[in-house]
């Protein structure tokens, strides 16, 4: 491979919906860590709350984690990586001797000290910088391209993981943007049959009629029930609801599509906060929890699907990719429904 250039083009976050693309230095290893060349970077549903809505970011700083790329420089004590190989960021490393990690529950490290990355710049940018214990090789025959999806893939695994679901429940999955299609194309992945979507927006109803999905349901056609009623069930009523686009009328409503005994997995995130019928909960034994990030193996369980026949990458990835200077206009799709699939932002990589 030829030198690494000394300046970079990275998108850098000033104020809420307010990105530069500005030179950067090509960051260096320190000996545990690899420089990556970004191939492509996914954005995530937490890139548009931090970029474009503010939450907790702060201005100079370089977004992206769903990425993929080609190693290009190895820091001094690394062994096993070299340039030229293929790679994806995986998970962030956990402490492994806490009481959450022992219990194979790494997502829920008593010791983790922020919520998805361990170093400052992202991948909105040509070069990453990232520890090799925390990069993955691509399986045989896996596209960079598709790679990329590993990391929001890992995500909805985690949720169905915490769902339980087994064979022939069925499955509610409101919101179908990037982790809730591909919550679906896992599930289908796993012999799960009867999967209904709740979505308001056309192009993402259009997304999972074409993964397979049993019915798609505009949000406002759901049954909801007052609190003098905390025993009547939906006509729709499900073992599972995966709720993925974190709004408060999505998560509430979500509640109310349970089954007797049934499960609602919170996997979308959101500032404006559900309310819940006790007594609903109460009487019909239900059961609300959270999902975050990644099961212990979830990289690795997701490279495996993403690399196997079948899986329809394809569909779930947007057609067109996004250079660097277009991040802003793709958030702003992506909030208001009018991209349908994952957006792949590729930096340009100058002579």
């Not at 406002?220 to 009623?229: H, K, M, N, Q, Y």
């Not at 073992?239 to 409503?253: D, K, M, N, P, Q």
């Not at 394809?314 to 799709?333: F, H, K, N, Q, R």
């Amino acid at each position: 491979m030829g030198p690494i250039p000394d300046v970079m083009a990275a998108a850098v976050y000033r104020s809420p919906g307010v990105i530069a693309v500005e030179e950067r230095p090509v960051p260096r290893p320190t000996p545990d860590q690899v420089v990556v060349q970004v191939h492509a970077c996914g954005i995530c549903g937490s890139d548009i709350h931090q970029l474009r809505d503010g939450w907790g970011f702060k201005p100079g700083a370089v977004a992206g984690h769903e990425w993929s790329g080609t190693v290009v420089a190895v820091g001094d004590g690394v062994a096993g990586w070299s340039a030229g190989e293929l790679v994806v960021g995986g998970a962030s490393p956990r402490c492994g001797t806490c009481r959450r990690c022992r219990e194979g529950k790494p997502s829920q490290c008593e010791n983790r000290h922020s919520m998805i990355t361990d170093h400052t710049d992202g991948a909105f940018a040509e070069y990453v910088l990232a520890r090799a214990s925390g990069v993955l090789r691509l399986p045989e025959g896996l596209s960079p391209r598709h790679a990329a999806l590993a990391e929001p893939l890992s995500v909805a695994l985690h949720g169905i993981t915490r769902s339980g679901v087994a064979p022939g429940d069925t499955v509610m999955v409101f919101g179908a943007g990037p982790i809730g299609a591909l919550s679906v194309a896992a599930l289908r992945s796993m012999g799960v049959e009867d999967i209904t979507v709740v979505e308001p927006h056309d192009g993402r109803r259009r997304l999972a009629a074409a993964l397979g999905v049993s019915a798609v349901v505009d949000p406002a056609d759901l049954e909801v029930f007052p609190s003098w009623e905390p025993e009547r069930m939906s006509s729709r009523a499900v073992h599972i609801v995966l709720e993925c686009s974190g709004h408060r009328a999505a998560i509430e409503a979500g509640f109310h599509q349970l089954a007797r005994g049934g499960i609602l997995v919170m996997v979308g995130a959101g500032i404006d906060h559900p309310t819940f019928d006790i007594n609903r909960m109460i009487l019909n034994e239900l059961t609300v929890t959270g999902s975050f990030v990644y099961d212990l193996g979830g990289f690795e369980r997701a490279l495996e699907l993403l690399a196997t026949e079948g899986f329809p990458a394809d569909l779930l990835i947007e057609d067109g990719d996004v250079p660097l200077d277009g991040l802003t206009e793709a958030l702003e799709g992506l909030a208001v429904g009018r991209i349908a699939g994952k957006v792949m932002v590729v930096p340009e990589v100058r002579a």
